[in-house]
């Protein structure tokens, strides 16, 4: 499975197999061109979709409340129908949002190619949080700065290998105060 998701070097590439529990619709794995991920949102809402537009997996129909089992946990996914369109598909994380360590904004910065001070704390410090994949946040001090910002995410390993992860995380850049 990794040897394809690399091959196809998509951003994430998932994989359908039977559930270990019947009750469940699916078991889902998500790899991105480098490793297996324990969870995604976009990958595991696209996955619902185009099941809900076969209709059927494994012999069970594909409608309404799907179950999927991910390394993260079992997430539901709601698949939305516009009469017998499918229109959409909604989530619930596996987990609550848990928020982790700070990270020191030179460290953030360094992982993005930002200097520091391109890095704020005007509403929340740099942290590492997961619903179910760890991700390191950050307020960015401008738009501006967020154009210049290029990821370099090998800087930020030692920051999870203290919290027991070898994998390198996703890095997320939420913006605060930006003017819309």
């Known amino acids: 499975m990794q040897r394809i998701a690399s091959e196809f070097n998509y951003s994430e590439v998932t994989f359908v197999g039977p559930p270990s529990d019947p009750s469940n619709t699916a078991r889902v794995r998500i790899f991105t061109p480098t490793n297996e991920i324990p969870f995604a949102g976009h990958p595991t809402v696209g996955t619902a979709f185009l099941l809900g537009c076969r209709g059927t997996i494994f012999g069970k129909e594909a409608a309404g409340l799907m179950r999927f089992e991910e390394d993260a946990g079992l997430v539901e996914v709601k698949v939305l129908r516009n009469g017998s369109i499918i229109t959409g598909a909604s989530m619930r994380a596996p987990r609550d949002l848990e928020i982790g360590k ?75 105060d930006l003017g819309g």
Do not use: M, W
């Open 102 to 176: 700070d990270v020191d904004a030179e460290v953030i910065a360094s992982c993005i190619s930002l200097r520091p001070e391109g890095i704020v704390s005007a509403h929340h410090k740099p942290v590492i949080a997961s619903v179910g994949l760890p991700f390191a946040i950050a307020e960015i001090q401008s738009l501006e700065a967020l154009g210049r910002a290029k990821p370099n995410s090998a800087a930020l390993s030692p920051v999870f290998a203290c919290a027991g992860k070898t994998d390198p995380p996703s890095l997320l850049f939420p913006l605060a």
